[in-house]
């Protein structure tokens, strides 16, 4: 049975902390076989590759260049798809595209009074990486989310690494991909892909940053990478909370639950309300609805283990506990949901209004779908545009600022035990002793 807490209780701080508690430690187990599998692909390339896709997804597979995609393919597929589905992709596209270009930024630059010129550049990165999950489902909307960030920031070479799964699924997939234009996908997953496209291969050549969520053993490489090429995040299970009033309608919100639910035994929904009754009655028609869906299994594991109803005493009340948990995705569904935002302090997505079903954010609101989760949205933003480009900054000094920077920045250069700084920063000034390097 999923937990309800109260906030006025002794015990709520200890109570939400464990219901917050989460092991995300290295596995050292899982850390070792990781280890060894990038280990091998660093020394070995492409045989170290082909090994352990054997081993671990396709015993059928004779060369590397056997898991890439042919782009003809990928054009059948979107053949393949029906019109629908078709449809639904391009609105999606339309839209996810749209709110991107919104977020991109210009180089920027000004003079100042000494006629110094100081400004910013921005470069997109030159070859970007997007692992796209496969194993329990396909996901096109991961191609849509990662992808177009991407494209619209003008990364000029993408690369996408996916486990193949059923020929439907792998349609769906191979549809999306088609319609952004990409040609370089590679058909394996897993640690062995991280390192491929972290180190790159006889086969396949390395990209300058990883995205896009995965399972225990791609997240446990893209750790272990970071700093060799950029990551987006450390991805943990998805998370939803929901803070509702009594007139919200409960069986929407119930769906919106439980579709956090279904992704996974260890994902986490919470509702927050101030209403007791109302918590009852969503509490009941929960347990009424989930079993009558096909993956009720999963979201009866993830029911009882992570999930959870909170009673709050006032607004104010569920505002700071909102913020404490810092949620992957938030729902306001409460009578004016815009009174709120400016006080929403820690949250990935935001929505706004019991019509504002976090569904639609996953697949064609507009943002990206990928998000902080675990609480850091405390201190991370959603994949964006700002995640595939550089930022360089740009210093032009004249012969009148090097003479009213020379002295003071000496000086700091002198407290910190430089010296070299120090008569780099003097000999473009007015009063250098050039004696000093005889």
């Given amino acids: 049975m999923m937990k309800k807490l109260f906030a006025s209780s002794d015990s709520f701080e200890s109570d939400l ?32 590759v082909l090994s352990y896709v054997k081993e671990f997804e396709r015993e059928d597979v004779k060369s590397v260049s056997d898991l890439k995609i042919d782009p003809e393919l990928l054009a059948s597929s979107w053949k393949k798809v029906s019109e629908k589905e078709r449809s639904a992709l391009s609105v999606a596209i339309e839209r996810i595209e749209t709110f991107h270009h919104r977020q991109t ?48 920031a003008g990364v000029r070479e993408i690369a996408v690494a996916t486990p193949l799964i059923g020929q439907h699924q792998n349609d769906l997939l191979f549809a999306a991909l088609y319609k952004l234009g990409l040609e370089e996908i590679y058909g394996f997953g897993g640690a062995q892909s991280i390192g491929a496209l972290s180190f790159g291969t006889e ?10 969520p995965g399972g225990l053993y791609v997240t446990a490489a893209k750790r272990k990478m970071f700093g060799f090429v950029g990551i987006d995040s450390i991805a943990g299970p998805t998370e939803l909370v929901i803070f509702a009033d009594s007139g919200a309608p ?5 769906l919106d639950f439980l579709s956090q639910a279904e992704h996974d035994p260890s994902a986490q929904s919470i509702l927050v309300s101030q209403d ?42 569920a505002i700071e506990i909102i913020n404490l948990i810092a949620p992957e995705h938030l729902q306001l569904c409460v009578e004016r949901p815009e009174q709120f935002l400016d006080q929403i302090m820690n949250a990935g997505a935001i929505f706004c209004g019991k019509y504002s079903t976090e569904s639609f954010g996953d697949y064609l609101a507009g943002p990206s779908h990928v998000l902080p989760t675990f609480g850091s949205a405390r201190f991370s933003s959603p994949l964006g545009v700002y995640d595939f480009v550089k930022k360089s900054s740009v210093i032009g000094i004249s012969q009148e600022g090097a003479t009213l920077l020379s002295e003071p920045a000496s000086i700091i250069a002198k407290s910190e035990g430089l010296e070299a700084h120090a008569l780099a920063s003097r000999i473009r000034g007015l009063d250098f002793d050039s004696n000093i390097l005889k």
């Fill in 250 to 254: 409960i069986d929407w919100l119930v």
């Fill in 203 to 212: 086969s396949i050549s390395r990209v300058d940053k990883i995205v896009g």
């Fill in 105 to 152: 930024e210009s180089s920027w630059s000004y003079t100042d009074g000494q006629n110094n010129l100081l400004g910013q550049q921005i470069t997109p990165i030159n070859r970007a990486g997007v692992y796209i999950p496969g194993g329990r489902a396909s996901y096109p909307s991961t191609a849509l989310m990662t992808v177009i960030p991407a494209k619209v």
């Fill in 17 to 48: 902390n464990e219901l917050r508690s989460l092991d995300l430690l290295e596995d050292q187990e899982l850390d070792r076989k990781v280890g060894k599998i990038l280990r091998d692909i660093r020394l070995n390339g492409d045989s170290a």
């Fill in 276 to 317: 007791r009754e109302y918590i009852e009655k969503f509490v009941s028609r929960v347990y009424e609805v989930f079993p009558k869906l096909s993956r009720q299994e999963i979201i009866g594991q993830s029911l009882e283990a992570r999930c959870a109803a909170i009673q709050v005493n006032c607004d104010e009340q």
